[in-house]
Protein backbone atom coordinates (compact mmCIF):
# COMPACT_ATOMS: atom_id res chain seq x y z
CA UNK A 1 0.00 0.00 0.00
CA UNK A 2 1.33 3.53 -1.24
CA UNK A 3 2.45 6.06 1.96
CA UNK A 4 -0.59 8.51 -0.06
CA UNK A 5 -3.01 5.69 -0.04
CA UNK A 6 -2.43 4.74 3.88
CA UNK A 7 -2.54 8.86 4.46
CA UNK A 8 -6.06 8.82 2.62
CA UNK A 9 -7.68 6.06 5.21
CA UNK A 10 -6.06 7.07 8.30
CA UNK A 11 -7.94 10.97 7.66
CA UNK A 12 -10.93 9.19 6.56
CA UNK A 13 -11.14 7.35 9.49
CA UNK A 14 -9.89 10.36 11.93
CA UNK A 15 -12.93 12.52 10.31
CA UNK A 16 -15.47 9.55 10.46
CA UNK A 17 -14.87 9.48 13.93
CA UNK A 18 -15.09 13.26 14.56
CA UNK A 19 -18.79 13.22 12.54
CA UNK A 20 -19.29 10.24 14.95
CA UNK A 21 -19.00 12.25 18.05
CA UNK A 22 -20.88 15.47 16.70
CA UNK A 23 -25.34 15.99 16.58
CA UNK A 24 -26.11 15.47 13.00
CA UNK A 25 -27.75 18.87 11.84
CA UNK A 26 -31.04 18.39 10.30
CA UNK A 27 -32.14 21.01 8.36
CA UNK A 28 -35.29 20.64 8.76
CA UNK A 29 -35.69 20.78 12.70
CA UNK A 30 -35.43 24.02 15.26
CA UNK A 31 -34.22 22.84 18.86
CA UNK A 32 -35.45 24.13 21.87
CA UNK A 33 -33.36 23.16 24.99
CA UNK A 34 -35.44 23.36 27.86
CA UNK A 35 -33.86 23.37 31.17
CA UNK A 36 -36.82 22.21 33.45
CA UNK A 37 -38.11 21.82 36.75
CA UNK A 38 -40.48 18.92 37.19
CA UNK A 39 -39.38 17.83 40.96
CA UNK A 40 -38.54 20.17 44.12
CA UNK A 41 -40.29 22.87 45.96
CA UNK A 42 -41.09 24.73 42.67
CA UNK A 43 -42.20 22.13 40.72
CA UNK A 44 -46.10 23.86 39.98
CA UNK A 45 -44.22 26.38 38.41
CA UNK A 46 -41.95 24.03 36.35
CA UNK A 47 -44.53 21.55 35.26
CA UNK A 48 -47.49 24.39 34.51
CA UNK A 49 -45.23 26.51 32.19
CA UNK A 50 -42.92 23.59 30.21
CA UNK A 51 -46.06 21.71 29.62
CA UNK A 52 -47.71 24.19 28.28
CA UNK A 53 -44.25 25.54 25.99
CA UNK A 54 -44.49 22.27 24.73
CA UNK A 55 -48.18 21.72 24.30
CA UNK A 56 -47.73 24.48 21.69
CA UNK A 57 -44.44 23.36 20.53
CA UNK A 58 -46.54 20.10 19.77
CA UNK A 59 -49.96 21.99 18.43
CA UNK A 60 -47.50 23.77 15.66
CA UNK A 61 -45.93 20.74 14.98
CA UNK A 62 -49.15 18.40 14.60
CA UNK A 63 -51.45 21.23 12.93
CA UNK A 64 -48.74 23.04 10.40
CA UNK A 65 -46.21 20.72 10.26
CA UNK A 66 -43.78 23.18 12.05
CA UNK A 67 -42.93 26.57 11.41
CA UNK A 68 -43.00 26.68 7.03
CA UNK A 69 -42.16 23.21 7.43
CA UNK A 70 -39.37 23.26 9.47
CA UNK A 71 -40.13 20.69 12.64
CA UNK A 72 -39.82 22.33 16.21
CA UNK A 73 -37.82 19.64 18.60
CA UNK A 74 -36.69 19.73 21.95
CA UNK A 75 -34.92 18.12 25.04
CA UNK A 76 -35.28 18.47 28.32
CA UNK A 77 -32.96 18.63 31.46
CA UNK A 78 -33.87 18.67 34.97
CA UNK A 79 -32.70 21.40 37.10
CA UNK A 80 -34.88 21.46 40.34
CA UNK A 81 -34.94 25.33 39.99
CA UNK A 82 -30.91 24.61 41.22
CA UNK A 83 -28.32 27.20 39.19
CA UNK A 84 -25.75 24.54 38.92
CA UNK A 85 -27.66 22.13 37.70
CA UNK A 86 -29.26 24.75 35.05
CA UNK A 87 -25.78 25.64 33.61
CA UNK A 88 -25.09 21.64 33.51
CA UNK A 89 -28.05 21.31 31.37
CA UNK A 90 -26.69 24.12 29.09
CA UNK A 91 -22.97 22.80 28.71
CA UNK A 92 -24.77 19.23 28.19
CA UNK A 93 -27.22 20.52 25.42
CA UNK A 94 -25.20 24.17 23.57
CA UNK A 95 -23.70 22.08 21.25
CA UNK A 96 -27.11 20.53 19.25
CA UNK A 97 -27.70 21.91 16.24
CA UNK A 98 -30.51 24.18 15.54
CA UNK A 99 -30.66 25.95 19.11
CA UNK A 100 -33.56 28.61 18.69
CA UNK A 101 -33.55 30.26 22.39
CA UNK A 102 -33.11 28.88 25.91
CA UNK A 103 -36.34 29.62 28.33
CA UNK A 104 -35.04 28.61 32.08
CA UNK A 105 -37.60 30.21 33.67
CA UNK A 106 -35.22 30.84 36.58
CA UNK A 107 -33.76 34.53 37.58
CA UNK A 108 -30.39 32.53 39.18
CA UNK A 109 -30.06 30.28 36.39
CA UNK A 110 -30.24 33.36 33.69
CA UNK A 111 -27.63 35.68 35.42
CA UNK A 112 -26.05 32.69 35.56
CA UNK A 113 -26.09 31.77 31.43
CA UNK A 114 -25.86 35.71 30.06
CA UNK A 115 -21.61 35.67 29.30
CA UNK A 116 -21.96 32.01 28.09
CA UNK A 117 -25.26 32.85 25.72
CA UNK A 118 -23.31 36.25 24.36
CA UNK A 119 -20.27 34.17 23.65
CA UNK A 120 -22.40 31.36 21.71
CA UNK A 121 -24.60 34.37 20.22
CA UNK A 122 -27.72 32.24 21.19
CA UNK A 123 -30.91 33.89 23.02
CA UNK A 124 -32.02 34.12 26.30
CA UNK A 125 -35.44 34.54 27.13
CA UNK A 126 -36.45 35.49 30.41
CA UNK A 127 -40.25 36.01 29.98
CA UNK A 128 -41.89 37.82 32.96
CA UNK A 129 -38.59 37.87 34.75
CA UNK A 130 -34.37 38.30 34.85
CA UNK A 131 -31.87 41.12 35.10
CA UNK A 132 -34.26 44.28 34.73
CA UNK A 133 -31.76 46.08 32.40
CA UNK A 134 -31.18 43.44 29.78
CA UNK A 135 -34.53 45.67 28.30
CA UNK A 136 -31.46 47.59 27.10
CA UNK A 137 -30.88 45.73 23.93
CA UNK A 138 -28.02 48.02 23.00
CA UNK A 139 -26.08 46.16 25.81
CA UNK A 140 -27.82 42.65 26.21
CA UNK A 141 -28.50 42.25 22.81
CA UNK A 142 -29.01 38.14 22.78
CA UNK A 143 -31.22 38.43 26.33
CA UNK A 144 -34.98 39.23 26.38
CA UNK A 145 -37.06 39.73 29.46
CA UNK A 146 -39.76 39.72 27.34
CA UNK A 147 -43.16 41.20 28.35
CA UNK A 148 -42.28 42.17 31.95
CA UNK A 149 -39.60 43.22 33.69
CA UNK A 150 -39.01 43.32 37.26
CA UNK A 151 -39.17 47.12 37.71
CA UNK A 152 -41.96 47.38 35.05
CA UNK A 153 -43.94 45.20 37.18
CA UNK A 154 -43.24 46.92 40.18
CA UNK A 155 -44.46 50.22 39.02
CA UNK A 156 -47.83 48.12 37.35
CA UNK A 157 -48.05 47.06 41.31
CA UNK A 158 -47.56 50.29 42.44
CA UNK A 159 -50.18 51.92 39.42
CA UNK A 160 -53.04 49.81 40.73
CA UNK A 161 -53.06 50.78 43.65
CA UNK A 162 -52.75 54.83 43.46
CA UNK A 163 -56.00 53.98 40.90
CA UNK A 164 -57.62 52.03 43.97
CA UNK A 165 -56.80 55.10 45.84
CA UNK A 166 -58.12 57.64 43.76
CA UNK A 167 -55.00 58.73 41.91
CA UNK A 168 -51.17 58.79 42.47
CA UNK A 169 -51.49 61.78 45.05
CA UNK A 170 -53.40 59.51 47.08
CA UNK A 171 -50.30 57.54 47.96
CA UNK A 172 -48.78 60.23 49.93
CA UNK A 173 -48.85 59.01 53.34
CA UNK A 174 -49.93 55.42 52.50
CA UNK A 175 -47.87 52.85 54.17
CA UNK A 176 -46.61 49.10 51.77
CA UNK A 177 -44.88 46.39 53.06
CA UNK A 178 -43.07 44.15 50.57
CA UNK A 179 -42.69 40.43 51.37
CA UNK A 180 -40.01 39.00 49.23
CA UNK A 181 -38.40 35.53 48.35
CA UNK A 182 -35.03 35.69 49.73
CA UNK A 183 -33.19 34.67 46.62
CA UNK A 184 -31.61 36.95 43.68
CA UNK A 185 -35.20 37.06 42.46
CA UNK A 186 -36.91 38.40 45.19
CA UNK A 187 -34.39 40.93 45.96
CA UNK A 188 -34.34 42.37 42.06
CA UNK A 189 -36.95 44.85 43.63
CA UNK A 190 -35.58 46.29 46.51
CA UNK A 191 -33.76 49.27 44.43
CA UNK A 192 -36.89 50.01 42.31
CA UNK A 193 -39.39 50.31 45.32
CA UNK A 194 -37.51 52.37 47.34
CA UNK A 195 -37.04 55.10 44.53
CA UNK A 196 -41.29 54.77 44.15
CA UNK A 197 -41.37 55.61 47.83
CA UNK A 198 -39.88 58.55 47.47
CA UNK A 199 -41.29 59.56 43.80
CA UNK A 200 -44.61 58.83 45.56
CA UNK A 201 -44.39 59.65 49.13
CA UNK A 202 -45.64 55.99 50.72
CA UNK A 203 -43.87 54.77 53.68
CA UNK A 204 -42.24 51.41 52.89
CA UNK A 205 -40.76 48.31 54.50
CA UNK A 206 -39.64 45.56 52.84
CA UNK A 207 -39.17 42.09 54.71
CA UNK A 208 -37.13 39.18 53.79
CA UNK A 209 -39.06 35.40 54.05
CA UNK A 210 -35.48 32.85 53.66
CA UNK A 211 -35.91 30.08 50.93
CA UNK A 212 -38.61 28.34 50.53
CA UNK A 213 -40.76 29.90 52.82
CA UNK A 214 -42.55 27.16 55.29
CA UNK A 215 -42.20 29.81 58.09
CA UNK A 216 -43.19 33.54 58.37
CA UNK A 217 -44.77 33.46 61.77
CA UNK A 218 -42.44 36.42 62.60
CA UNK A 219 -42.76 38.14 59.33
CA UNK A 220 -46.32 38.84 60.06
CA UNK A 221 -46.24 39.68 63.53
CA UNK A 222 -44.15 42.28 62.17
CA UNK A 223 -46.69 43.26 59.26
CA UNK A 224 -48.96 43.20 62.13
CA UNK A 225 -46.91 45.98 64.41
CA UNK A 226 -46.31 47.74 61.42
CA UNK A 227 -50.12 48.30 60.50
CA UNK A 228 -49.48 48.70 56.24
CA UNK A 229 -52.45 49.72 53.83
CA UNK A 230 -51.31 47.26 51.63
CA UNK A 231 -49.04 44.17 51.28
CA UNK A 232 -46.92 43.50 48.25
CA UNK A 233 -46.43 39.36 48.10
CA UNK A 234 -43.08 38.65 45.91
CA UNK A 235 -43.22 35.04 46.49
CA UNK A 236 -42.38 31.84 45.00
CA UNK A 237 -43.80 28.21 45.45
CA UNK A 238 -44.70 27.23 48.65
CA UNK A 239 -43.93 30.72 50.01
CA UNK A 240 -47.41 32.21 48.46
CA UNK A 241 -49.99 29.68 50.34
CA UNK A 242 -47.99 30.11 53.91
CA UNK A 243 -48.30 33.76 53.21
CA UNK A 244 -51.45 33.56 52.22
CA UNK A 245 -52.83 31.71 55.76
CA UNK A 246 -50.49 33.26 58.07
CA UNK A 247 -51.87 36.95 57.10
CA UNK A 248 -55.22 35.14 57.66
CA UNK A 249 -54.22 33.96 61.27
CA UNK A 250 -52.81 37.44 61.77
CA UNK A 251 -55.67 39.24 60.55
CA UNK A 252 -54.83 40.96 57.39
CA UNK A 253 -57.49 41.07 55.04
CA UNK A 254 -56.31 39.20 51.56
CA UNK A 255 -58.15 41.94 49.45
CA UNK A 256 -55.19 44.21 50.67
CA UNK A 257 -52.48 41.92 49.27
CA UNK A 258 -51.33 42.43 45.91
CA UNK A 259 -49.14 39.45 44.29
CA UNK A 260 -46.48 39.78 41.88
CA UNK A 261 -46.52 37.80 39.08
CA UNK A 262 -44.66 34.38 40.35
CA UNK A 263 -47.54 34.71 43.39
CA UNK A 264 -50.49 34.55 40.56
CA UNK A 265 -51.81 30.93 39.92
CA UNK A 266 -53.80 28.05 40.97
CA UNK A 267 -51.13 26.00 42.90
CA UNK A 268 -50.79 29.88 45.15
CA UNK A 269 -54.10 29.99 46.02
CA UNK A 270 -55.92 27.06 46.01
CA UNK A 271 -53.55 25.22 49.15
CA UNK A 272 -54.79 28.31 51.24
CA UNK A 273 -58.67 27.64 51.12
CA UNK A 274 -60.10 30.16 52.26
CA UNK A 275 -57.65 32.29 53.26
CA UNK A 276 -57.02 33.22 49.83
CA UNK A 277 -60.48 34.67 49.08
CA UNK A 278 -60.02 38.11 47.59
CA UNK A 279 -56.64 37.68 46.95
CA UNK A 280 -55.33 39.73 43.81
CA UNK A 281 -52.40 39.39 41.72
CA UNK A 282 -50.91 41.07 38.54
CA UNK A 283 -50.54 38.55 35.30
CA UNK A 284 -49.43 39.14 31.94
CA UNK A 285 -51.51 36.46 30.94
CA UNK A 286 -55.42 35.14 31.46
CA UNK A 287 -56.47 32.30 33.01
CA UNK A 288 -58.83 29.94 31.38
CA UNK A 289 -58.92 27.66 28.67
CA UNK A 290 -61.74 29.23 26.27
CA UNK A 291 -59.72 30.81 24.23
CA UNK A 292 -59.16 29.57 20.72
CA UNK A 293 -55.83 28.82 20.98
CA UNK A 294 -56.54 26.48 24.50
CA UNK A 295 -59.38 25.00 22.51
CA UNK A 296 -56.75 23.90 19.57
CA UNK A 297 -54.42 22.60 22.30
CA UNK A 298 -57.28 20.61 23.94
CA UNK A 299 -58.51 19.10 20.36
CA UNK A 300 -55.35 18.44 18.38
CA UNK A 301 -52.48 17.91 20.87
CA UNK A 302 -54.63 16.12 24.08
CA UNK A 303 -56.89 14.48 21.60
CA UNK A 304 -53.72 12.89 20.03
CA UNK A 305 -52.78 12.22 23.91
CA UNK A 306 -49.81 13.86 23.09
CA UNK A 307 -50.16 16.27 26.06
CA UNK A 308 -47.68 16.87 28.73
CA UNK A 309 -49.78 17.69 31.78
CA UNK A 310 -50.47 14.78 33.57
CA UNK A 311 -54.01 16.69 35.09
CA UNK A 312 -55.73 17.68 32.36
CA UNK A 313 -57.58 20.13 34.79
CA UNK A 314 -54.57 22.08 34.47
CA UNK A 315 -55.24 23.07 30.83
CA UNK A 316 -55.88 27.19 30.81
CA UNK A 317 -54.26 27.45 34.71
CA UNK A 318 -51.87 30.54 35.22
CA UNK A 319 -48.81 28.91 34.64
CA UNK A 320 -49.91 26.79 31.90
CA UNK A 321 -51.14 29.49 29.72
CA UNK A 322 -47.64 31.44 30.61
CA UNK A 323 -46.41 28.69 28.65
CA UNK A 324 -49.16 28.65 25.68
CA UNK A 325 -48.21 32.50 25.79
CA UNK A 326 -44.62 31.51 25.58
CA UNK A 327 -44.55 29.42 22.95
CA UNK A 328 -46.54 31.49 20.95
CA UNK A 329 -43.38 34.03 21.15
CA UNK A 330 -40.41 31.92 20.69
CA UNK A 331 -42.27 30.29 17.81
CA UNK A 332 -43.41 34.12 16.08
CA UNK A 333 -40.08 35.06 16.40
CA UNK A 334 -39.04 31.87 14.58
CA UNK A 335 -41.63 32.45 11.80
CA UNK A 336 -40.46 36.57 11.26
CA UNK A 337 -36.97 35.17 10.90
CA UNK A 338 -37.44 32.80 8.45
CA UNK A 339 -39.38 35.31 6.79
CA UNK A 340 -35.93 37.25 6.55
CA UNK A 341 -33.88 34.69 6.32
CA UNK A 342 -35.18 31.58 4.70
CA UNK A 343 -37.52 28.68 5.77
CA UNK A 344 -35.25 26.54 7.32
CA UNK A 345 -33.05 25.91 10.84
CA UNK A 346 -32.06 29.17 11.44
CA UNK A 347 -28.97 30.13 13.49
CA UNK A 348 -29.12 31.59 16.89
CA UNK A 349 -28.05 34.75 15.68
CA UNK A 350 -30.79 34.82 12.77
CA UNK A 351 -33.36 34.07 15.82
CA UNK A 352 -32.00 37.09 17.67
CA UNK A 353 -33.29 39.12 14.62
CA UNK A 354 -36.34 37.70 15.09
CA UNK A 355 -36.86 38.31 18.45
CA UNK A 356 -35.88 42.03 18.05
CA UNK A 357 -38.27 42.12 15.04
CA UNK A 358 -41.24 40.71 17.39
CA UNK A 359 -43.82 43.15 16.90
CA UNK A 360 -47.63 41.05 17.70
CA UNK A 361 -50.15 43.77 17.17
CA UNK A 362 -53.93 42.69 19.06
CA UNK A 363 -55.27 41.73 15.63
CA UNK A 364 -52.26 39.23 15.13
CA UNK A 365 -52.69 38.42 18.77
CA UNK A 366 -56.46 37.49 17.28
CA UNK A 367 -55.13 35.36 14.37
CA UNK A 368 -53.32 33.68 17.03
CA UNK A 369 -56.31 32.75 18.59
CA UNK A 370 -55.22 34.49 21.97
CA UNK A 371 -57.34 37.29 22.16
CA UNK A 372 -58.08 38.23 25.34
CA UNK A 373 -55.26 35.86 26.25
CA UNK A 374 -52.17 38.41 25.99
CA UNK A 375 -52.20 41.82 25.02
CA UNK A 376 -49.20 42.75 22.39
CA UNK A 377 -45.83 42.56 22.56
CA UNK A 378 -43.62 45.21 20.50
CA UNK A 379 -40.14 44.41 20.70
CA UNK A 380 -37.27 46.62 19.41
CA UNK A 381 -33.75 46.30 18.90
CA UNK A 382 -33.20 48.65 22.10
CA UNK A 383 -36.39 47.50 24.40
CA UNK A 384 -36.29 43.77 24.66
CA UNK A 385 -39.53 43.57 27.21
CA UNK A 386 -42.02 45.04 24.76
CA UNK A 387 -44.87 47.15 26.10
CA UNK A 388 -44.83 45.70 29.64
CA UNK A 389 -48.50 45.65 29.99
CA UNK A 390 -50.10 44.21 32.99
CA UNK A 391 -53.87 43.70 34.60
CA UNK A 392 -54.68 42.41 37.71
CA UNK A 393 -56.61 39.31 38.79
CA UNK A 394 -58.90 38.42 41.79
CA UNK A 395 -59.41 35.03 43.27
CA UNK A 396 -63.05 34.66 44.42
CA UNK A 397 -62.49 30.81 46.12
CA UNK A 398 -62.58 28.81 42.73
CA UNK A 399 -61.04 31.02 39.44
CA UNK A 400 -59.32 33.82 38.35
CA UNK A 401 -61.62 37.28 37.61
CA UNK A 402 -60.09 40.39 35.88
CA UNK A 403 -60.27 43.21 37.84
CA UNK A 404 -58.96 45.86 36.11
CA UNK A 405 -57.36 47.04 32.35
CA UNK A 406 -54.92 46.89 31.08
CA UNK A 407 -52.18 49.29 32.76
CA UNK A 408 -49.19 50.40 31.54
CA UNK A 409 -45.80 50.87 33.77
CA UNK A 410 -44.38 54.32 34.06
CA UNK A 411 -41.62 54.41 31.27
CA UNK A 412 -40.63 57.97 31.84
CA UNK A 413 -39.51 57.11 34.98
CA UNK A 414 -38.07 54.19 34.44
CA UNK A 415 -36.09 54.37 31.09
CA UNK A 416 -33.46 56.17 32.61
CA UNK A 417 -33.02 54.34 35.69
CA UNK A 418 -33.04 50.76 33.02
CA UNK A 419 -30.03 52.69 31.07
CA UNK A 420 -27.78 54.32 33.86
CA UNK A 421 -27.56 50.50 34.99
CA UNK A 422 -27.18 48.98 31.19
CA UNK A 423 -24.43 51.30 30.50
CA UNK A 424 -22.36 50.64 33.77
CA UNK A 425 -22.63 47.12 33.47
CA UNK A 426 -21.35 48.49 29.87
CA UNK A 427 -18.42 50.02 31.04
CA UNK A 428 -17.67 47.06 33.42
CA UNK A 429 -17.79 44.51 31.38
CA UNK A 430 -16.26 46.67 28.45
CA UNK A 431 -19.08 45.97 25.86
CA UNK A 432 -19.50 48.99 22.96
CA UNK A 433 -22.96 49.91 23.13
CA UNK A 434 -24.94 49.29 20.19
CA UNK A 435 -26.38 52.63 18.51
CA UNK A 436 -28.26 50.22 15.69
CA UNK A 437 -30.25 47.62 15.39
CA UNK A 438 -27.52 46.37 13.10
CA UNK A 439 -26.04 42.78 13.50
CA UNK A 440 -24.18 43.15 16.93
CA UNK A 441 -21.47 39.82 16.46
CA UNK A 442 -18.55 42.45 15.52
CA UNK A 443 -19.59 44.33 18.78
CA UNK A 444 -18.85 41.44 21.32
Do not use: C
Not at 77 to 82: A, L, S
Not at 212 to 240: A, C, F, H, T
Not at 264 to 291: L, R
Amino acid sequence: MSKLRRFKLIMGAVLAAGLASTPAAHADEQFFPLQSYRVGPYAAGGTGFFGGFIDYLNLINIRDGGVNGVKLTWDEGETQYEVERGIEVYERLKNRPGIAAWNPLSVGIAYAMIDRITKDRVPLITINHGRTDSTDGRVFPYVFPLLLNPYSETSGIINYIASREGGPDKLNGKKIVVLYHGSPYGKETIPIYKLLADKYGFGLEQIEVPHPGNEQQSQWLSIRREKPDYVVLRGWGVMNPVALKTAQKVGFPADHIIGNVWSNSEEDVIPAGDAAKGYIAITTQASGAEYPVLQEVIKTVYGANKGNLDDKKRIGSVYHNLGIVNGILNVEAVRIAQAKFGKRTLTGDEVRWGFEHLQLDPARVEALGAKGLFHSINVTWNNHEGDGRVTFQQWDGSKWKVVSDWIAPDWAFLRPIIEKSSTAYAKEHGIKIRTSGDDPVSQW
